[in-house]
């Protein structure tokens, strides 16, 4: 069975940091790509952050670039997102989700989520 498990969310400050994990188990790691969601409340989720199986492509969502950091770490079956410079428009709730296939960002190609870790910044 499949699980992804999100952790590392929390209340910080605007300006301040945090650093997501999603810990995998029961899929080959090394061979999914994963990628980060967000969805705050009344908001559809949207694409965060993404990389490749093999951690050499990542990919971000404009509204997040140069100050988010996506990384994989496949020894441990583990991502990371590291989340500097924290916005109170990056309250959500944050989701990582494991797939197969060339498009970093699109949903669709993502078989396998999480339930979720919250954040949220106050300004």
């Known amino acids: 069975q499949v699980q992804l498990v999100e952790s590392g969310g929390g209340f910080v400050q605007a300006g301040g940091s945090l650093r997501l994990s999603c810990a995998a188990s029961?899929?080959?790691?090394?061979?999914?790509?994963i990628g980060w969601f967000r969805q705050a409340p009344g908001k559809e989720r949207q694409f965060v952050a993404g990389i490749m199986w093999n951690g050499g492509d990542t990919f971000y969502a404009d509204s997040v670039k140069g100050r988010f950091t996506i990384s994989k770490d496949n020894a441990k079956n583990t991502v990371y997102l590291q989340m500097n410079s924290l916005k109170p428009e990056d309250t959500a709730v944050y989701y990582c989700?494991?797939?197969?296939?060339?498009?970093?960002?699109?949903?669709?190609?993502?078989?396998?989520w999480g339930q979720g870790t919250q954040v949220t910044v106050s300004s």
């Open positions: 989700a494991a797939g197969v296939g060339l498009r970093l960002g699109s949903q669709r190609e993502y078989n396998y």
């Open positions: 029961g899929l080959t790691f090394s061979r999914y790509k």
